[in-house]
């Protein structure tokens, strides 16, 4: 035996040997390895679908994802010890690794942005339309951002120096950022209004003097239809500036209703007046009563003022009720003889008249006012 190892054809030889002994060890470890991930995959697949945690979810995709060549290469370049390589196989084999296990990488933050997409943005989405653009644009940054950023790592652990690189493309963004400043402030505009959401699609909105429904809302611009019919077109960053009412967040409207009496109405008519708001105002459905009084003296008239809630944010709904209590006023304002006071101006006109006093030719002189 000892005399076949001193054997020269076989010490020539060993090399390749020890080579050919770490394949076939890594080829079979590989296959082991594989089959406990896998099997390991699926069962902590059946098990994720059972919680309603999403990190178990990802961890068995990441699992179920993990490819053969990943895992070959990290096996034979631990065993590649054994068979005492060059100095520079060693390295070429090292670039071989990194560039692997990028790749194996890449395809697991892949996996991850997609649960994540799918997990997260498409019930966004459901929850809220108008968000699927910037929603979008969210994914695509950060795939963007993750891939540049894993490229950047392995260019780095292949021994490539990336500071000049980095420094170019800080220049560049800095430069692309400056020629499209407004560009971009439109799209972060849009996605502070996604994750903030002053507004969604299907709100009442008031910008300025402008008011309307929101149909869309854009990367760049927000779309919104006018009661009069027309389209009117916002930038998302002219919005997020403006001061902007949200109609459809009021979850109730307070009312002020002013009524002008005359003033000859009696006076035991006009205490009845507030009692009867009050209590037509309880009787009717989403109405709350808060107050209701003698509020002025005015020029010609008196004016009763009443506050009551509409537990309604419709707009038709609180004009119906405020109709109905109008109505029920003019047939009580009827049955009682009560009057509405109307805008009245008094006049009063003054006359010039002369006094008997005349001088030599006949003509007055002087003048008195005499009020008519």
């Known amino acids: ?7 020269p054809l076989i010490t020539e030889n060993r090399p390749l040997f020890a080579w050919i002994a770490v394949f076939a060890g890594t ?3 590989t296959i082991l390895v594989k089959t406990i991930v896998h099997t390991l995959g699926k069962r902590w697949q059946k098990y994720a ?9 990802a961890l068995a995709l990441g699992l179920a994802d993990t490819k053969s060549f990943a895992i070959f290469i990290w096996i034979f370049y631990g065993l590649s010890s054994f068979a005492t390589p060059d100095p520079s196989l060693v390295k070429a084999l090292r670039s071989f690794v990194v560039i692997l296990t990028t790749l194996q990488v890449g395809i697991w933050g892949r996996d991850a942005l997609k649960f994540w997409e799918g997990s997260y943005i498409e019930r966004r989405v459901k929850a809220d339309a108008s968000s699927a653009s910037a929603m979008k644009l969210i994914s695509t940054t950060m795939n ?17 120096d990336i500071g000049a690189l980095l420094a170019g493309l800080g220049i560049g963004g800095v430069a692309i950022a400056l020629a499209a400043q407004n560009i971009l402030g439109d799209l972060f505009a849009s996605l502070s209004i996604v994750l903030d959401k002053p507004f969604v699609v299907g709100d009442y909105i008031v910008v300025g003097n402008d008011q309307g429904t929101v149909e869309n809302i ?3 611009t927000t779309r919104v239809r006018s009661l009069t019919g027309e389209e009117l077109i916002f930038a998302n960053k002219d919005l997020l500036e403006s001061r902007v009412k949200n109609f459809k967040r009021m979850w109730k ?10 003033y000859d109405t009696p006076l035991d008519k006009l205490k009845t007046l507030p009692k009867w708001f009050e209590d037509k105002i309880k009787s009717m459905q989403d109405l709350t009563f808060e107050r209701s009084h003698l509020s002025e003296y005015g020029n010609s008239m008196l004016t009763f003022e009443t506050i009551f809630w509409v537990n309604n944010s419709d707009y038709q709904i609180y004009m119906n009720l405020q109709q109905e209590i109008l109505f029920s006023m003019i047939e009580k304002f009827t049955q009682e003889g009560i009057g509405f006071a109307l805008p009245v101006q008094v006049f009063k006109n003054e006359v010039n008249a002369y006094v008997d006093e005349e001088d030599e030719d006949g003509f007055p002189e002087r003048e008195h006012n005499l009020e008519n």
């Open 1 to 7: 035996m000892k005399d076949l190892l001193n054997d």
């Open 49 to 57: 679908h059972s919680t309603a945690i999403k990190l178990d979810d």
């Open 27 to 29: 080829l079979l470890l």
């Open 218 to 220: 854009g990367i760049k």
């Open 144 to 160: 963007a951002f993750f891939f540049v950023a894993l490229f950047l790592i392995c260019l780095s652990n292949l021994g490539v």
């Open 253 to 262: 409207r307070r009312v002020a209703l002013k009524i002008n009496v005359a």
